[in-house]
């Protein structure tokens, strides 16, 4: 079946840049999505992807989509301490109504 | 702007008791989810919906039940709450196929004493 998988936490120091992967098992996917939740909030859409694409750049955030390996990542660049939250990665189909989450990164900022 | 509304930001209840989680969405969207969220697990799917009167079991739909009565509106019901169901609830819409993501709504973050 479909699953989705990210390492639970990330630490990475102010300025420096993040980046979160993410792994999926279903290659028939069309839509890859990041999502942000911020402490006591819902999940937030940061950008999107589309299976046929390997990048994506939207002003500090970049997305690359490694399809052979079902490998997604997000870089953020010139991280700063609002960037602390959990980020979903998330991976939808065609044949499905639903979107599969993984289990979210945990990013924290160092000084 | 997509608005997802959750009836509840924090609600307290007691073992045992019967308990509706409202969530309403304003972009005539044809899916609607809920979730809970619990540290370390992520997200897991309870019940979805993809038309009114139409519900799908998740993952995890034990305890819990679904009422979608209008288009807008998908309920959540803990048939008798218990302590273990404790936890973030997140309700979300999606129109289907395309791009379109799933839109979240705050949460409610629900307490079982």
């Known amino acids: 079946g479909e699953d989705v998988e990210q390492s639970l936490f990330l630490s990475v120091r102010e300025g420096d840049s993040s980046v979160i992967n993410c792994t999926y098992t279903?290659?028939?996917?069309?839509?890859l999505y990041w999502y942000k939740q911020e402490p006591g909030a819902g999940l937030q859409l940061l950008t999107y992807?589309?299976?046929?694409?390997d990048m994506k750049q939207d002003q500090r955030l970049t997305v690359l989509l490694n399809k052979k390996d079902k490998h997604l990542s997000l870089r953020i660049a010139d991280t700063q301490t609002g960037d602390s939250a959990i980020y979903f990665c998330a991976v939808s189909y065609s044949s499905a109504s639903k979107i599969i989450f993984g289990s979210g990164t945990r990013l924290s900022i160092r000084p | 702007d997509v608005k997802v509304t959750q009836s509840s930001r924090y609600l307290v209840k007691r073992t045992g008791e019967k308990v509706f989680l409202e969530c309403v969405q304003d972009m005539d969207h044809e899916n609607m989810f809920w979730y809970r969220q619990d540290p370390g697990l992520g997200l897991r799917l309870i019940y979805f919906s993809y038309d009114v009167k139409m519900k799908e079991k998740g993952d995890i739909p034990e305890g819990y039940s679904v009422s979608r009565e209008k288009k807008e509106r998908f309920s959540l019901i803990l048939e008798s709450a218990s302590t273990n169901q404790t936890s973030m609830y997140l309700c979300?819409?999606?129109?289907?196929?395309?791009?379109?993501?799933?839109?979240f709504g705050d949460g409610t973050r629900l307490s079982i004493l």
């Open positions: 279903d290659s028939s996917s069309t839509y």
């Open positions: 979300a819409s999606r129109t289907t196929g395309g791009v379109q993501p799933q839109h």
């Open positions: 992807i589309f299976s046929n694409m």
